[in-house]
């Protein structure tokens, strides 16, 4: 796991500029920092990484990694946990190999099968891969998007970094916020989920996902996908030979996720995934040390513990636990902003902050996450929506009533509230907007701009997944896919890639590798949520007698979850500060924003997620113009 930068510019940069772009992102790589210098057909090529040694801990694994003929080079973020298995392919071809990194394997499996041996890696990763001789820059990202790749071209040039601060300290531009993006985010809650950042003119890389640069032509090209979830491939496993394929996937997973040659911990939650991955460690290692980590909530009503402690003492690990409280999290908003980079979700994405915070004072470097989880095994509520209209498309209208019967029974749910689901995704746009306005969710609400907003193109619409034509009867699959790549897994992923790295940890997650994501988009989707919305259904029953049962059968798992409005309302008057305070943003009205707080505050106004993508957008904002 590491981090790198670069760019490819006409102009030369100064040293320092690049050691300072480096030192941006020493958190990720902290135990090695150089970057290399080329100038090729009018252009000065930079390529900077920072190393956190993960494998092979030897100075000779360090990137920029250079092919011993020296027509290549790499920076890779990231780990390829099979690549011992190729690495004995690539022998058996000639490959003489020097170190035993997955570094020097990916650069030789590029050079051998070119980018058709993307989808023969199991990991994670983004990387640039320069060619001397073709004078060419491929920069790709991994299938699921586990790692960051911003990018940036404007007159020929390009630069390129893992993460957006120091992407903009070599642009060395004004930085200007992407005004749909704040839209998107402060009204809609909606964010990682497309190729535009925050920042005008810088972009993600999207998962699964390549572009190459030909410095001769000073041509970019457009970003191609080289996978992308294919719902029309049908298994035909009966249930029972899916949980055992299933199992024994799941298995390899936990397996290669495992080679480390640092200490290792779980992020354990107490829900089915995180359980799963520390009942498989166990499974896998019985004399493993196995040490977890673990949020607690403060809230009874909302903590976890109890089946923390009951998960640890059945596998015997050694548990590691964390309470925060909002003094705390005060404390701690800025330097965590400046490490996510952008603007996020909610509070609970400091509790995983925390997480990872005592991971590193335990002196663990690996951690296994259970990301990815719930939207391979149409987790959350099941996606009863999706469900519904897939039981309509295939089996008619009684079909989808006596269903939403069965899944109304369950904690938490109800017969109506199905078809309230089935209504989000159906209704057309115009009635959909209307009906969030009812509820108290305006699409142009009075704290906006709404008029410096459209002369600038921007949408008043939240993005909804489209429902395809040839998908029918697939619904939930679709939502799968579409929260796989686009609003949702996305998001998560951003949080525990900088939460993680914040604290020069490495963050897997075993869930989400090909094998798994192809099985599990293959098979019916009664076997992902049961005739009577059990969700996960299939993976509760490949893990019997492995994982215990009491985690197994539990319908109501909470997360990390924080006490949100009481930590922001206890923050009253600091939050009025740091609006009042926050530089003047033409799209947006303070004055009625202070307002609208003002009435969450006395209570003539319910408290949503707004509240805090107020704090966190203008906080956000603030650091960043303060820095750059």
Not at 10 to 28: N, Q
Not at 135 to 141: G, I
Not at 476 to 492: D, W, Y
């Amino acid at each position: 796991m590491c981090g790198f930068t670069g760019c490819v510019v006409k102009e030369e940069k100064p040293e320092f500029l690049m050691s300072d772009a480096l030192r941006m992102i020493a958190h990720r790589g902290p135990d090695h920092a150089s970057f290399d210098f080329d100038y090729l057909s009018d252009y000065f090529i930079y390529l900077g990484h920072t190393r956190l040694s993960i494998i092979d801990l030897a100075d000779r694994a360090s990137q920029p990694f250079n092919s011993f003929c020296g027509r290549y080079s790499l920076i890779f973020n990231g780990e390829v946990y099979n690549y011992k298995e190729l690495r004995e392919e690539l022998k058996q071809l000639g490959y003489i190999f020097n170190t035993e990194s997955d570094t020097e394997v990916l650069l030789y499996a590029l050079v051998e099968w070119g980018l058709s041996c993307l989808t023969r890696l199991v990991g994670m990763f983004s990387f640039v891969f320069f060619d001397r001789t073709e004078q060419k820059l491929t920069l790709v990202r991994d299938a699921f998007g586990i790692k960051p790749l911003f990018y940036a071209f404007r007159g020929q040039e390009l630069y390129f970094s893992s993460e957006l601060r120091p992407l903009l300290h070599l642009r060395q531009e004004v930085v200007k916020p992407n005004l749909q993006r704040a839209y998107d985010y402060l009204v809609h809650g909606d964010y990682d989920s497309c190729d535009q950042s925050f920042v005008e003119g810088v972009k993600h890389l999207p998962p699964a996902h390549y572009f190459t640069f030909d410095i001769k032509a000073g041509a970019v090209s457009a970003p191609k996908a080289w996978w992308q979830p294919d719902l029309s491939k049908t298994s035909k496993f009966s249930f029972e030979e899916a949980t055992l394929e299933l199992r024994a996937l799941f298995l390899e997973s936990v397996r290669l996720h495992l080679r480390s040659d640092v200490p290792l911990g779980v992020a354990l939650s107490g829900g089915i995934d995180s359980s799963a991955l520390v009942s498989g460690v166990r499974y896998l290692a019985p004399e493993l040390r196995l040490n977890t980590f673990s949020y607690v909530a403060s809230d009874a009503l909302i903590s976890e513990e109890k089946w923390v402690d009951l998960l640890n003492e059945k596998k015997n690990a050694l548990p590691h636990k964390v309470i925060a409280n909002e003094l705390e999290m005060q404390a701690d908003l800025d330097a965590m902003l400046l490490k996510q980079g952008e603007p996020f979700g909610s509070t609970s994405i400091y509790a995983q902050y925390r997480v990872f915070k005592l991971a590193k004072e335990n002196g663990v470097t690996v951690m296994l996450d259970g990301q990815g989880a719930d939207e391979l095994l149409a987790g959350y509520s099941g996606y009863p929506g999706h469900r519904l209209l897939s039981l309509i498309e295939t089996k008619g209208w009684l079909a989808a009533h006596q269903y939403a019967k069965r899944w109304g029974q369950s904690p938490g749910r109800s017969y109506s509230l199905a078809w309230q689901y089935l209504g989000r995704i159906k209704f057309p746009d115009w009635l959909y907007a209307l009906l969030r306005k009812k509820m108290g969710r305006d699409f142009q609400p009075v704290w906006l701009n709404t008029e410096y907003l459209a002369q600038h193109d921007v949408h008043f619409m939240e993005r909804r997944a489209p429902l395809r034509k040839h998908n029918k009867g697939l619904r939930v699959k679709e939502a799968l896919a579409n929260a796989l790549m686009s609003r949702g897994l996305p998001s998560l992923l951003r949080h525990g890639d900088r939460n993680s790295m914040a604290f020069s940890i490495e963050s897997r997650v075993p869930f989400l590798t090909l094998p798994l994501a192809e099985f599990l988009l293959s098979l019916p989707e009664n076997y992902l949520v049961s005739d009577n919305g059990v969700t996960k259904h299939v993976f509760r029953e490949a893990m019997r007698g492995i994982v215990p049962d009491s985690h197994l059968d539990r319908k109501d798992k909470i997360g990390f979850a924080t006490p949100e409005s009481t930590w922001l309302l206890s923050m009253t008057d600091l939050i009025k500060d740091w609006i009042d305070q926050a530089p003047e943003l033409p799209f947006l009205h303070k004055d009625a924003l202070l307002e609208e707080f003002e009435e969450v505050v006395e209570g003539k106004r319910d408290f949503d997620g707004r509240v805090w993508r107020w704090v966190n957008y203008l906080r956000w904002y603030s650091l960043l113009i303060k820095e750059f």
